[in-house]
């Protein structure tokens, strides 16, 4: 049975019943080598549930047109499916106002965009941008080209052995040259949940704009822009069980309708002459072409699924599962996990003493076993832990105790031979 969009959240839900979560999963119904799918891979990117492959199907089959352009009755069922979606974010990232949600292709476009229109124009030689060492390439990269354009530097806040931040050490960071802080709320390395409340008033203190980077976070953890009070705030809709190809960047109105826009062409337009031409309003004017119209409206459907099942239990399943893995892997030998904070989500990443993770990755497929090996486009914070690379293993909505059981007795195999 799949949940529909509209199922109410009842007081009284029933404990968290994984074996019906899975149901709405086709996918995991899935064999690889002849055995059960076993996807621990979820922070890359999360399966979907029917409601949202249903969603996509239906509104191809049923409401497609493009969106803004048609007074015809289809477009205008596209664009009303497009603004409902906006909407839904908005409320689901607690924004007071639908126009400070832009919609991108993912996370890293929203990064970037922030980086071009609103960091850029303010950017002199000599400033600095503050990330930290825990960073995906995303949110390290964009800041690096704004910075680069004009001989600004990205300067990182260390992180621990056990992958937490000392808020001193990131405070000691700060200059009177710093003009952005940029940190994910959790790591898609070390799950380490960063404390965001405490940085933004760190960053407010000090006159200083904050990006947080959600894109882990907002699959586990309720957001409430307002009270985060964040600059701006991003994330991918793939992470979040929503279609791949549509991210979010939620700005405060203020910052969005002064930067110029990033990109141009139809739609983010109001009047276009070879004599000049002018912005529509926001969010708009940061949304040049067609976008994933499908994709949002899925989008929304994924977050009407997450908020069914409620983000509360979801996280409280992800935890218990989280700390059975550890338990587990922590029995093996010559493993060692990379990261260890004491507020951690949903991976585990670790090294095998005298294995390649690569050789890893490949042995565990062979047992129809899905983890993620290499850099996990942090290269810098691998660098920071002595290692080229690492095996990680994520756990998502649906992850099992018989997921883990096969993790762990494939992974024990695979020393057994390699060690
Ligand atoms: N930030 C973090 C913390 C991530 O884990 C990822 C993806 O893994 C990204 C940003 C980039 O997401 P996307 O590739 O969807 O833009």
Known sequence: MTLTVDRPVAADVPAYDVARVRRDFPILATR?????LVYLDTAASAQKPAIVIDTLKRFYEQDYANIHRGVYDLSQRATAADDAARRKVQRFLGAADWREIVFTRNATEAINLVAASFLR??????DEVLVTEMEHHANIVPWQLAADAVGAKVVAAPVSDTGELSLDAFVDRITPRTRMIAVAWVSNVLGTVNPVHELVRIAHARDIPILIDAAQAVQHIPVDVQDLDADFLVFSGHKLYGPSGVGVLYGKATHLEAMPPYQGGGDMIDRVSFAGTTWNEIPFK???GTPDIAGIVALGAAIDYVEALGLEAIAAHESEVLAYATRAINQLPGVRIIGTAREKCSVLTFAMEGVHPQDIGALLD???????????CAMPLHERF?????????????TTHEDIDAFVA????????LQ
């Open 121 to 126: 124009p303010r950017l002199q030689a000599g």
């Open 366 to 376: 062979l047992d129809g076993i899905a983890v993620r090996t290499g850099h996990h």
């Open 410 to 417: 494939s992974l024990r195999r695979v020393g057994e031979m």
């Open 286 to 288: 940061f949304e040049a």
């Open 386 to 398: 002595g290692l080229a690379a690492s095996a990680r293993a994520s756990i998502g909505l649906y």
């Open 32 to 36: 690889m080598n002849d055995r059960p």
